[in-house]
């Protein structure tokens, strides 16, 4: 080959250049560096979704000159392309382009075609795309009295041909439809190929060009259920919903499920089919906000704790509940989802993300993958608070894993004036530490009580409790107000100083909020059934670490509701969390639905969290004696822990908010911004 | 290693022998020779299955002296084996016997355990064993929460770890009944892992050591539906059954029912229906003869014709019924059972044997691998005569196959006495060229009916009809006694020589049965239809004949009901079939079924006739010019057609009976037998 037989082609914004023969299609040229041009088709022009821009211009740093006329004129595919769907004028369809000389290209994140609505609710995170499902568009040979194979046999041979997928099984249920989508799409179909590792299947099948496809991701938590509709063309959340977990009514936390389904013969059932059937009244709300069918939906990602993973798959969760806490099954299930009741496409396929331990779900896993502490050099702790927290620490040389029993507290239950966060709930709190006034803010107005706008803006329920981020701050600010002592006792001398601390029975209480109807105060008990949670979670914490042998941590993800909503600093505080520049502190939400749409859009992430699962050290913390030992430790106030120093009540805190997500100082760490030593 | 560690042993009858580290078992040295020797409870002494006979002796020939002492003596495992089971004096468990010194091993054909009544109906052909599910016993690691992996993590390691079955998927029909399995049978159970070529995959689960494991072969004749149930441990067949297609209500015919499903729009679901009712019922009653159950069956094949083939999947039939009768799937099937109503174990695994063409069906695919002409040299001539005639032919070099439309003359329809083959019909004919007097034979006698015991013998019903193979012979005697012409006319002249001949209309008939209440006769119309059926059976086997360029043929093999009862020679003599030496034609009865019985019990002839199927070559009577012109030449009696030589009318025909399925004559033909040149 000569010089002048090949260009030089430069794609943009990925950087990847290559030579090329003239004439070649610019999407092959694309696709033999591994840039990654969509196409539904074929190439042949049809779906519009290879669309790119030529750049033409002087491009010294790359030694380009990229001009229009080094690409082939657009032809009559394209017109009739742009005739029906509308290309922009800069626009060309890179399977019909060719390229006749040096090229500068640019590569839409999404083609035109690909535009949809992001729903508020939408996580907005990027997910590379490499679903298990892929549609395929291929032109079928019609039968021949002289070679008869069979419609399946001429489909195999197309998608072998035309997308290099050999040995294609089908869906059984596809055998009866073949015959017809063949005939109705005039021997030009498009068909569905799922391969999750396990070879290629044909799940679906349309008539002519099917160009939409989407994919579920679940959420299964004890109180809530969230959904995730996810666009696999784009890897765009499209919608979201979510709903009370209806097992509710059989138990309000996870324990009391278990033994229903230990006490009544019926009561697996039961339970199961109350989870499948909130998911698939999510699936027809998802797919309603997203102006599609389920019969559109052929992925599946479900995460869940153990527990619900198991209830979800129609498992007795009895061995959970007792040790050895065995799961039935920890690996990654792939299965069709009819034969779990999920009520997607006929042939749409679930993935159920592994576990990792009997108290360690795949929502824990989930997380993880999202937050990846196994691909990064610093110790990072990774929490997800709940009734268990589910603890994990490590870096991309070690990772940890362990469940601690923290209770319902930090959710608000077992708090004389707790609640779950709704409107009308104390979020925040601060507590003059002269006068020991209070101030608060409650969920669904943007004001402290102090501004003059609290009283018109408060909720029209009136302060009606204090959620889990708000105990958290109201201990950790009564600590700071002096209120509390060290052992976490509520000190009786500081009735004689403010009415807001007064004796009940033989223990003191304080008057958090005085409101119309409704007092909201903090008893003995409610500050002791805060130190346990937090001495649980700490000393899970605080085993990890010695296991990993470290007496810090470089980043804290926090995950999940509660982890959402507290404020890093009181967390540290109170010392639920070992000590940590504030600014490596992140909440970062729902991680576990982020894992699951990760596992919906790409199969490499499936591959990943199979693989961290089996590598992730899993500790139980019943069976470590030394759990106890830091248990009781941590029960002070901060945590009676050693080597890491105490933090001294009169230094002042930080004001600095954490940045939720943001970017992180990398190496340099801001030793000044830290509270204590 | 030194002379005096290792020892030689030979295993009977394979003549394996090799040299093995003393303290080898026995078990072992047959592996790793390839001697099949079953076991599953893998080396345990539990099942039993792995018996072998150590035979003392010298053994000139082959240099050993073998002696009983060279084997480990009986421990405590085989005595406890023993008192439960019963272990034959001479028998040795092989997964216990360690090797001592020089060996002569015997392997039984079937263990003492294996030992099932071999019913009448079944076929005795022997079959490799190498079926798509196996069971393995394996013990499993029990939980601990130091090493928190799920049931059926460490399932899947046991299977790994006893049974080398890497990566093992499961059934999602087993998740909910892993946990309470593994428990009831303390960890120690028996999986059923299915591998067809896609992986293996757990399909059935028992507690404890299952031994039992059954498979059903199922032919789907249009007419009758045939099922034998086989032994996968064993190979044996140990039960059959067969009953009427149910679809008979839907039309006698394959065409009457596929225009039966166009004229109705829910008529093939009825259809579908009739045909799975009819198969479960038959898996029932195999089950209970065999005194097992339909959970014990775990792998199913079928077999049928197009028509029936689509029908049994759901599949629409129309496009069968015309040009260019494309089938929606020609290759292999695998799928759950459960996906296609078939009641056998819910993990159950079906395999639908491949198509050849829109008229050559899985039933003569599987015909074809169980004569396996494409293991001869010699050009063999497979033919299976139903309403089409299935026809294949040649040898290792090349294959063809093609369907001709014979009509149901054939099978004792469209002739004005035709009957079914059932108790009173006519079977045999012998005409005397002299008196034109005849003799019969009728089904259900075993007497000519000039033999004094044929009256107190002959069936209650009397003489009823004519069957199939009786109508051929019929006309090839009225033939040879010059009743009938060479252009199939009935010769009126005769008349005035017996009575047998009489006029009708204008054209005449022949006698030839007088009975009590019912004549049965043969007419000019009779005549005529089997002058057709035949003409359109011999033009396709010529047909094929002139495309592999062969004047002759050296193996003909008739299958189905028709090719059983038939007497070749007057196949011969009305050219139905082309000459060839009597002895090397044989009747191989219901071959179709034999080859599903080998699909089911070797996953080696899956791959064969997914080959098999690819390799030969479809030749559409429709489309073949020649094919009209053999048609009209091969009316006449016997054939008008070079450049085979004419049957002289007075050549006599031998009387030597074809030996069926025996052994032939390999490459020295005799020329003498022939009847002809």
Redesign the interface.
Known sequence: MTDSEDALVLFMPSGRRGRFEVGTPLLDAARSLGVYVESVCGGRGLCGRCQITPTPGQFAKHKITSKLEHLSPSGEVEARYAKRRALPADRRLSCQAKILGDLVVDVPTDSAVNKQVVRKRAETRKIDRDPATRLMYVEVVE???????????RL?QALEREWMVKGA?ID??L??Q???ILRKGDWKVTAAVHDDG??PLITALWPGLQQRAFGLAVDIGSTTIAAHLTDLMSGRTVASAGTANPQVRFGEDLMSRVSYVMMNPDGLPALTEAVRGAINGLTEKVAAQADTTRDQILEAAFVGNPVMHHIF????PT?LGG?????????A????AR??GVEIHPGGQVYVLP????HVGADAAAATLAESPHRTDRITLLVDVGTNAEIILGSKDRLLAASSPTGPAFEGAEISCGQRAAPGAIERVRIDPETLESRIKVVGCDHWSDAPEFAEEVPSVGVTGICGSGIVETIAEMFLAGIISEDGVINGALAERSDRVFANDRTYTYMLWKGDGIDITINQTDVRAIQLAKAALYAGVRLLMDKLGVAEVERIRLAGAFGSYIDPKYAMVLGLIPDCEVEHVAAVGNAAGTGARMALLNRGHRREVEQLVRDVE?I?T??EPKFQEHFVNAMALPNKVEPFPRLAKTVALPRKQPRSGGEEGGGSRRRGGRRHR
């Open positions: 039968p021949d009295m002289a070679n008869p194979s069979g419609d399946l046999d195999r099984r059984s249920l055998y009866p073949l015959q017809s396990d070879g798959l129609g498992i007795d061995e040790a050895p806490f065995a799961l039935a099954v920890s690996g299930i792939h299965m069709p034969d779990i576990c990792i331990a009997g899993k139980e019943a069976m």
